[in-house]
């Protein structure tokens, strides 16, 4: 296996994104800012990290990287600051490059850790590098610990020897300044739709990438019409890693060639087979329900557990819905998705234990569901009524 060399600002970028998800995780609000310099000192001011969050974030550069297999994990909590950390993360890179584990994000329950092997993401990325063999340039908008972010922003470029510029915090007008031809976006749906209202046109030779959610078929439209050359789709997971890709959203989902479909005899459904370089064989299936055109092509249909997506999130309907009605005023709920936007919300349905006054009753449990629902699962549509519309089946159905 030939190793992608990595750079410097490679690690301090995913130790940046790491120190970053973790205290908003461990304080609910962002802490510090996207350029959290290489010199920062913990405990010191702006960003007074305490012994117990230091703990929390040890704990995840250990488990992404697999310190503790070169034994160099606890060296973590005898450092200081960023630079430290990120020569530590390099040494060890040097004697373990194997693994790397990313989390789901999580948005309802803990998230889920999920390791892949070197040896897959390298595959991920030479067939990946020839799908953009254009691409001179990576603009990122994505934080680079989550495997979207780490294969298109961190081994992609790092293995095709082009430069990263990370615009997480640049505003369009310098954006618009510092494109070049050849470079690729990569971002995800509801930016790209900021990007879309925000950009008249587009310089020429400019291509964008897309994943973590289904995105606005008229959106990618749109892009284009604008100038946009190309606008890659991508479909994968933390878990499966990159699966399927188009160049156009009226198009169905290619698959990588090295995953092969198969049909399972019990019940029907299509999975795949994954061949390594070393021969060895991995099966799954897809989280979602696929519809298939050939045993290359696919289009995407729904999730298979009831998850929808918000801002690439994955969110559980049921379990909100379960979780609003447990508030002591309220009978009964219901909660689907509004797609009358190209950024879909929540919206709920809901039921009061009683009968109340309508503002005063939604100004509260607006109140309730801020406080107790994180920002992707909060229904943002209320609607209030004294029963869930059924069809004449008695089941539930939509509502206006």
């Known amino acids: 296996m030939t190793l992608p060399l990595l750079t410097e600002d490679a690690f301090y970028r995913i130790l940046r994104d790491i120190f970053q998800a973790e205290l908003k995780r461990l304080r609910g609000y962002p802490a510090i800012e996207t350029n959290f310099p290489r010199y920062a000192v913990f405990q010191e001011p702006p960003w007074h990290i305490d012994s117990i969050e230091i703990l929390e974030i040890a704990a995840s550069v250990n488990e992404f990287f697999h310190l503790y297999k070169t034994g160099m994990e606890d060296n973590l909590l005898r450092y200081k600051n960023l630079k430290q950390w990120i020569e530590l993360v390099f040494l060890s890179w040097q004697e373990h490059p194997e693994e790397i584990t990313f989390r789901t994000s999580g948005s309802t329950g803990k998230p889920m850790p999920f390791t892949h092997t070197m040896d897959s993401l390298i595959q991920e990325i030479r067939e990946i590098a020839q799908i953009l063999e254009h691409a001179k ?35 369009i007008g310098l954006l618009k300044s510092k494109l070049e031809p050849g470079d690729l976006l990569v971002s995800f749906p509801a930016h790209w739709s900021y ?28 892009l284009c019409s604008k100038g946009l050359d190309c606008i890659t789709e991508i479909y994968g997971s933390s878990e499966h890693g990159s699966i399927g890709f188009r160049h156009n959203p009226d198009h169905p989902y ?4 090295y995953l092969q479909s198969s049909k399972s005899q019990a019940g029907g459904e299509n999975y795949f087979i994954r061949t390594l370089k070393s021969g060895k064989q991995e099966s799954f299936y897809p989280d979602d329900l696929l519809k298939w055109k050939n045993e290359k092509e696919f289009y995407v249909l729904h999730r298979k557990d009831g998850a929808l997506q918000v801002g690439g999130i994955n969110v559980y309907p049921q379990k909100i819905a379960d979780t609003i009605k447990s508030h002591p005023l309220v009978a009964d709920c219901a909660v689907r998705l509004a797609e009358k936007n190209e950024n879909p919300r929540l919206k709920a349905f809901i039921v009061p234990e009683h009968e109340v006054e309508t503002i005063s009753f939604r100004k509260q449990i607006s109140q309730w569901i801020y406080q107790n629902l994180s920002p992707h699962e909060r229904p943002v549509y209320l609607t209030i009524g004294e029963k869930i519309p059924k069809n004449n089946m008695g089941k539930n159905m939509d509502w206006l």
């Open 137 to 171: 340039r990576i603009i990122s908008f994505v934080p680079s610990h989550h495997i979207y972010g780490f294969i298109f922003t961190v081994l992609f470029p790092a293995y095709s020897g082009i430069r990263v510029l990370d615009a997480r915090e640049t505003g």
């Open 195 to 222: 990007l879309d209202r925000s950009m008249p046109c587009w310089p020429d030779n400019i291509q964008g990438i897309c994943s973590t959610g289904p995105a606005n078929p008229d959106l990618l439209r749109r």
């Open 254 to 257: 290619h698959v990588f060639s």
